[in-house]
């Protein structure tokens, strides 16, 4: 057999093994650039206005105590269907503090507040499509006397060129999210781009949540 030959039957068999694994595991492709899929902005969507509109909700300017709860830090890349880094993006979270409380107004939540927490923030993605924020794992709260809402974080971004996506994220393997309605409405697919699996590294844990939208 020659080398020619030798080096083609090598190509075709990688082809072959490759092209099936591809197939057969569709959410690797759906988790590598697929679009992130809405969710509801919820009632709690920031209306007043704060000073601190940085990456770090674990402080509030002027005062000298950190959040209560559990430090993270949540990022990713912000990118289009073609997995393509966005730069500029602007990207807003928002979510309640460890206690289950939004600062919002309208949250009949009798939970107390935390005043050393910032509640929400923004950021702008960099050359490479990358945003960060640091931030606490918020607490559950009562969505209704029988549906208990799981920790999770809202998410809004918008660029000019790209459909605006508001969705929210959660934390994987968390009891409450089989139970969530939220979460559930969406396909298993679809469920894996919104669930983030958490690792300690350095003593915090950190979370990778990429964000896909899709262009106009």
């Avoid at 759906?30 to 969710?39: E, F, I, K, N, Y």
């Avoid at 105590?65 to 430090?71: H, K, N, P, Y």
């Amino acid at each position: 057999m020659t080398q020619k030959q030798i080096n083609r039957r090598k190509l075709l068999r990688n082809i072959l093994t490759a092209t099936p694994l591809a197939l057969a595991n569709p959410k690797v492709l759906a988790s590598a650039c697929g679009l992130t899929p809405p969710q509801s902005e919820g009632p709690f969507y920031p209306i007043k206005d704060q000073l601190d509109k940085n990456t770090d909700l674990t402080k509030v300017e002027g005062r000298l105590l950190s959040a209560r709860g559990e430090t993270c830090f949540v990022g990713g890349i912000v990118q289009d269907e073609n997995c393509r880094p966005i730069v500029g993006a602007l990207v807003e979270i928002w979510q309640a503090c460890d206690t289950g409380k939004y600062n919002h107004p309208a949250d009949p939540n009798p939970a107390a507040l935390d005043p050393n927490f910032q509640y929400w923030g923004r950021t702008v993605s960099n050359e490479k499509g990358e945003y960060l924020f640091k931030t606490i794992i918020p607490g559950a709260y009562p969505a209704t006397s029988t549906w208990m809402r799981p920790p999770h974080i809202h998410f809004k971004v918008g660029l000019r060129g790209y459909e605006e996506l508001t969705t929210q994220m959660y934390w994987k393997g968390h009891p409450l999210n089989s139970r969530d309605r939220i979460l559930q409405s969406l396909s298993p697919v679809e469920r894996d781009l919104v669930l983030v699996d958490f690792k300690k590294s350095r003593g915090i844990l950190r979370g990778e949540f990429n964000l896909t939208l899709r262009s106009v």
